[in-house]
């Protein structure tokens, strides 16, 4: 069966610090995975996505993940955080052939001045 | 270039009741999804349509339907509401010229429609 993981509900870090926010799935053919980024009051936005290629995947706002395909990881990083970065980030995996789209549970980005 | 539009963007139903939301994609997009957010489950996918067709289902049960039409708009109707549909319900678009998963191509997300069952 599919699934994804966010290990961290909360994550806070300082402005000007890299972040990293974790993501880790099971599925058992290829992947498709995704992050998205839901601002208050701005609903979801799509920041990138794996298909295939190139392990290190860079998307919107300066945020780029690296898929691991031996850990099973798709962590989101930024080399230096933003106070504007504080958002709601869900890690998502399509699975080809199961037609279906799931997300984690979501992550809390703080990032303080 | 307007944006996906959903409407009504608030919604109040008693139990046992029917709704249908509606979903506008940008101009030149054909597929459509739609997602649930709630508290307790998270985000979940409905379902996905392309060319008035549905490609992709999620895990919902029957009372959860929808349709596309022939200019792309999306409806997505929920039966015999229960209080745990209570949720933001999300509608995406994006191009997928080529017609394969939607995800190929960047989602475009809507503001969502509040539903409250009472």
């Known amino acids: 069966a599919q699934s994804v993981a966010q290990p961290e509900d909360q994550v806070n870090v300082a402005e000007g610090n890299p972040l990293t926010v974790k993501c880790t799935y099971s599925?058992?053919?290829?992947?498709?995975l995704f992050w998205y980024v839901q601002y208050p009051n701005r609903g979801l936005q799509f920041l990138l996505k794996y298909i295939t290629g190139d392990n290190l995947v860079k998307g919107s706002y300066g945020f780029e993940a690296e898929f691991n395909k031996s850990q099973t990881s798709f962590h989101l990083k930024k080399p230096s955080a933003l106070v504007s970065d504080s958002a709601l980030y869900f890690c998502?995996?399509?699975?080809?052939?199961?037609?279906?789209?799931?997300f984690g549970t979501g992550t809390r980005l703080t990032v303080i001045p | 270039k307007a944006g996906v539009t959903q409407t009504p963007r608030y919604l109040i139903k008693t139990r046992g009741q029917q709704v249908t939301l509606s979903c506008s994609p940008i101009s030149g997009h054909r597929s459509v999804s739609w997602y649930q957010q709630t508290p307790g489950q998270g985000l979940q996918f409905l379902f996905e349509y392309f060319s008035e067709t549905q490609r992709n289902k999620g895990n919902f049960p029957g009372r959860f339907s929808g349709r596309q039409f022939s200019n792309s708009r999306s409806e997505m109707n929920v039966s015999t509401l229960e209080l745990g549909d209570s949720a933001l319900y999300l509608c995406?678009?994006?191009?997928?010229?080529?017609?394969?998963?939607?995800?190929?191509?960047?989602?475009?997300f809507g503001p969502g429609t509040r539903l409250t069952v009472l």
């Open positions: 998502a995996v399509f699975e080809t052939g199961a037609n279906n789209l799931f």
């Open positions: 995406a678009s994006s191009r997928n010229l080529a017609g394969g998963p939607p995800w190929d191509n960047e989602q475009f």
């Open positions: 599925v058992s053919g290829n992947p498709y």
